[in-house]
């Protein structure tokens, strides 16, 4: 049975601990990151609904709003970076915690993604719509798109591509919390040697990654690691608004962490 309890991280902010039992105490925990400016509790309630899933296999997780965000109201001076290092702190100091799984959807990913370069503490990194690179493969699969409408069509959806980009000549590594290209390649080398899991999913509402293979063109030979896991659904839209794909997620991410991090 799924006990929860509030735990104070100081100022106006807490969060919510989600545990099975005592077993959970001083094992692994799960960070549930602000997916953007959206409440703790996830899009379409997400977060509450993973954590207690989790819960039934004796996995613990934490959902919280960063500064700024949800029931957090005040703002912070502290770096973002430095402010959820302190709050793993706290959850090792008032529940025993010394590793952590990081991550989420989208910025939360990204966010993810610096705390565990930033703290040994990390054992996992879950990416949702993260980090990745619009190359060869990008375009091969945005040309097959094309070449695969009707010659009519064509022309409407360049007309549309066009003014899509002069409405906003920002990419996504420009909008994101992304490191300069190839830098990443360096990064989850570091991490896959320091025993990180790494688990990457890419959805359908995630308009810069159209194709598998670009994984590994982001990643190169870290991708193939052992630890490293990536998924791709291109029939899910980016905050898993059917209910159908929210009930498939939650099952899939409880199976990776059951298996890497059950007690």
């Known amino acids: 049975m799924s006990q929860e309890a509030i735990v104070q991280l100081g100022g106006d902010r807490f969060g919510l601990l989600s545990a099975g039992d005592a077993r959970v105490q001083r094992g692994t925990c799960l960070l549930l990151l602000n997916a953007g400016f959206i409440h703790r509790s996830g899009p379409f309630r997400l977060h509450v609904r993973l954590a207690r899933r989790l819960a039934q296999a004796g996995i613990a997780s934490f959902r919280f709003d960063a500064p700024g965000i949800g029931d957090a109201?005040?703002?912070?001076?502290?770096?973002?970076?430095?402010?959820?290092?302190?709050?793993?702190?706290?959850?090792?100091?008032?529940?025993?915690?010394?590793?952590?799984?990081v991550g989420g959807l989208c910025s939360a990913a990204d966010l993810g993604w610096q705390l565990a370069l930033a703290d040994p503490r990390v054992v996992g990194v879950l990416s949702i719509d993260g980090l990745a690179r619009m190359g060869w493969w990008y375009r091969w699969a945005r040309l097959r798109r094309l070449l695969a409408k009707p010659p009519a069509a064509w022309m409407q959806s360049l007309k549309r591509h066009s003014r899509r980009r002069a409405a906003s000549s920002m990419s996504a590594a420009e909008l994101r919390d992304w490191p300069e290209p190839g830098v990443e390649r360096g990064q989850i080398k570091a991490l896959v040697e320091r025993g990180v899991a790494?688990?990457?999913?890419?959805?359908?509402?995630?308009?810069?990654?159209?194709?598998?293979?670009?994984?590994?063109?982001t990643y190169s030979a870290a991708s193939k690691a052992e630890s490293v896991q990536f998924d791709h659904w291109p029939q899910c839209d980016h905050t898993f608004f059917k209910e159908t794909d929210r009930r498939k997620l939650i099952e899939h991410l409880a199976q990776w962490m059951t298996r890497r991090f059950a007690p």
């Open 73 to 101: 109201l005040a703002r912070s001076d502290r770096p973002l970076l430095e402010t959820m290092r302190a709050d793993m702190d706290a959850l090792e100091q008032q529940h025993g915690f010394r590793r952590f799984v």
């Open 198 to 217: 790494l688990m990457f999913l890419f959805t359908g509402g995630a308009g810069y990654f159209l194709h598998p293979r670009q994984f590994g063109e």
